[in-house]
C-alpha cells in the first residue's frame, strides 16, 4: 500500500484540486467579492424547505431507508410526516491567479442536523486534490428529483483523492484518481475515466477497483460503469446509467453494506442501471421520471437481493431563484427468500437559491 497521499487532519478539511474556468466579470454573482490582487470570492447556496409524507414506512431525511424496509432494525413501520431543511446548502468559490480555483460547501445532513462537509477542493490545471465526487460516477447523470438521493442504482459518493484530468484532445477528456476508500480510511480506491461529447450529448466509461477491509473481511471490489446523456429534441434530456462489478454496492446511492458485499469471503456481484427522461413543457415547468433497478447476484435469507424505485418530479420556478417542486417516489425492496416490501412517498418542496 503507498504512504497516504492526504494527511488525517487534512482530509476532513480537504482541498480538492479540479480543473475549472476562470468566472468572467460578466457572470460573476452580486455576491462576488474582489479581494485584490486577483483573488474574487463568490457566496452561493440554497435554502429547501421539504415537507414529506410517507406510506407504509417511514423512509427518513430520503429515501435511502428503502434499502432497510422489513428488516427487524429497520425503520417502522406505518404513516409518517416530517418536514425539514437539511438540504439547505451554502458554500463559496474562490477565483485567483494562474487559474487557481477553490470549492467549499456545505448542507446540513450531517448528525443531528449539524453542518457536514460535501466538497472543499482547489484546482491548478487539471490536477485534484481534496473531497468530491468520486470519479467513478459521472456528475452529468444524476438525476432531476425533489428526492436528495434520487436514484439508488447510480454511483454515488464523496471521497478526499488526488485526481489528475487531461482534455489537451478534441471533445474527449480523461480522468484518473486515486480515492480514500469510503468503507475503510486506511484503504484506496483506484479509477479511471474518459468521457466523448457530441452534439446531442456526451458518453462516457469509468472503471474502479478497490482494495479494502470490511468488518474484519478482505474484500477485493471493482466495478465498471457506463453513462450517458442525450438531448434528442428540443426541451429534452435522456440520462442513462449501467453499472456491474463486485463487492461495490456501498459506492451506489442505495448504499448496500454488510452481506450486500462479502458473503463466505467472496465479493457479492451487482448489476444496477437508472434511466431518467425529463421534458421543459414550459420556460417554468420540467417534469421528469427516473426508474433504478438495483440486484444482488447473491443474497441470504432476508438481505436484500433487489431494489427498484420511480420517481415522478415536477419543477415550477416562480421567479428567477424560487422553484415550488412536488414528487412521488415508490420504491420495492425484495429479499434473498423472495418476501417483497413496499413503500410510497410524496415529496413538495420550495427552494430559493442565491
Known amino acids: 500500500m503507498p504512504p497516504r497521499l492526504i494527511p488525517r487532519a487534512f482530509a476532513f478539511g480537504t482541498l480538492f484540486l479540479f480543473a475549472h474556468p476562470a468566472v468572467s466579470e460578466e457572470s460573476r454573482s452580486p455576491l462576488t467579492l474582489d479581494m485584490g490582487g486577483g483573488v474574487s470570492v463568490t457566496l452561493y447556496g440554497y435554502i429547501k424547505a421539504d415537507f414529506i409524507w410517507d406510506d407504509g414506512y417511514d423512509l427518513g431525511r430520503t429515501t435511502s431507508g428503502i434499502k432497510s424496509i ?67 460516477m459521472s456528475v452529468k447523470n444524476l438525476a432531476p428529483t425533489v428526492d436528495f438521493q434520487g436514484a439508488g442504482a447510480l454511483p454515488f459518493a464523496r471521497t478526499p483523492q488526488v485526481r489528475y484530468t487531461y482534455d489537451g484532445i478534441s471533445d474527449v477528456i480523461l480522468s484518473a484518481s486515486v480515492e480514500e476508500d469510503i468503507a475503510n480510511s486506511d484503504d484506496y480506491a483506484y479509477t479511471l475515466a474518459i468521457r466523448y461529447g457530441f452534439d446531442l450529448g456526451m458518453v462516457r466509461a469509468s472503471g474502479l477497483w478497490r482494495d479494502t477491509v470490511i468488518a474484519g473481511g478482505a474484500l477485493e471490489g471493482w466495478g465498471v460503469n457506463l453513462a450517458t446523456v ?92 424560487t422553484t415550488l417542486m412536488a414528487e412521488y417516489y415508490t420504491g420495492t425492496r425484495q429479499q434473498g427468500d423472495g418476501i417483497s416490501f413496499d413503500a410510497d412517498r410524496v415529496q413538495l418542496a420550495v427552494k430559493y437559491a442565491f
Open 230 to 321: 442525450l438531448t434528442p429534441w428540443s426541451g429534452g434530456k435522456l440520462q442513462a446509467n449501467v453499472t456491474t462489478g463486485e463487492g461495490i454496492s456501498d459506492i451506489l446511492a442505495a448504499g448496500l453494506t454488510g452481506d450486500a458485499l462479502l458473503i463466505n469471503g467472496s465479493a457479492v456481484g451487482v448489476n444496477a442501471a437508472a434511466l431518467s427522461l425529463s421534458h421543459d413543457v414550459t420556460d417554468r415547468l420540467m417534469l421528469a421520471a427516473t426508474a433504478s433497478w438495483l440486484k444482488q447476484d447473491e443474497a441470504n435469507g432476508a438481505d436484500t437481493e433487489e431494489l427498484t424505485g420511480l420517481h415522478l418530479s415536477a419543477f415550477y420556478t416562480v421567479f428567477r431563484n
Open 70 to 136: 422489513g428488516l427487524p432494525n429497520g425503520p417502522e413501520a406505518g404513516d409518517f410526516d416530517r418536514q425539514q431543511l437539511n438540504e439547505t446548502r451554502i458554500g463559496f468559490d474562490v477565483v485567483g491567479p494562474n487559474d487557481v480555483f477553490a470549492r467549499f460547501e456545505g448542507d446540513f445532513y450531517g448528525a443531528d442536523n449539524d453542518l457536514r462537509l460535501r466538497h472543499a477542493y482547489v484546482s491548478w490545471h487539471g490536477l485534484m486534490i481534496g473531497q468530491n465526487w468520486t470519479n467513478f
